[in-house]
DNA sequence: ACGTGATATAATGTATACATTAGTTAATGA
DNA sequence: TCATTAACTAATGTATACATTATATCACGT
């Protein structure tokens, strides 16, 4: 379940350190969830995500992004 | 993020017990899972749930399945 | 020269998902 | 009577998300 978040930053032409800022997350942390070194994700965290790049949970998920 | 997986249980006339049986968890990690007693999910987890009910992310996620 | 954007790594601690083991209760069918 | 479906609870341990603190590098604008 790779996260498409460099994908979609790259799309709407803003940076992972603008992300960053947005979420408010620690960097070591949001380096590992947009980096795809995260095996889980708080639901709290995904809902923020996608609030941030207005987009939903199937746009965010690589299997998910086209249905 | 609630999860709307027993209103999906319902919508396909199948049990917890059934799913439980399907997904492999242990019934105390299931249950809480299912009764949205967690906070974050596996990404593993969250695609086997997908895999079974047939459906995909925004459909489990409350404030995204009609999205 | 200095602050800030942008990116990254390392160490340590806490919260929590999930596993394991061990039970309980009740309905149903062989 | 006994196995299976169906549902639930408690205790203990491990894996991992996330926080905190501390670094570092490089570009760019003032």
């Given at each position: 379940?790779?996260?498409?978040?460099?994908?979609?930053?790259?799309?709407?032409?803003?940076?992972?350190?603008?992300?960053?800022?947005?979420?408010?997350l620690?960097?070591?942390?949001?380096?590992?969830?947009?980096?795809?070194?995260?095996?889980?994700?708080?639901?709290?965290?995904?809902?923020?995500?996608?609030?941030?790049?207005?987009?939903?949970?199937?746009?965010?998920?690589?299997?998910y992004?086209?249905?």
């Open positions: 379940m790779r996260l498409r978040i460099l994908d979609i930053l790259e799309e709407k032409g803003k940076t992972k350190y603008w992300l960053y800022i947005q979420l408010g620690s960097y070591q942390n949001f380096n590992k969830i947009v980096n795809n070194e995260t095996k889980s994700i708080k639901f709290e965290n995904l809902k923020a995500i996608c609030d941030i790049l207005e987009c939903t949970p199937n746009d965010l998920f690589e299997e992004h086209n249905k």
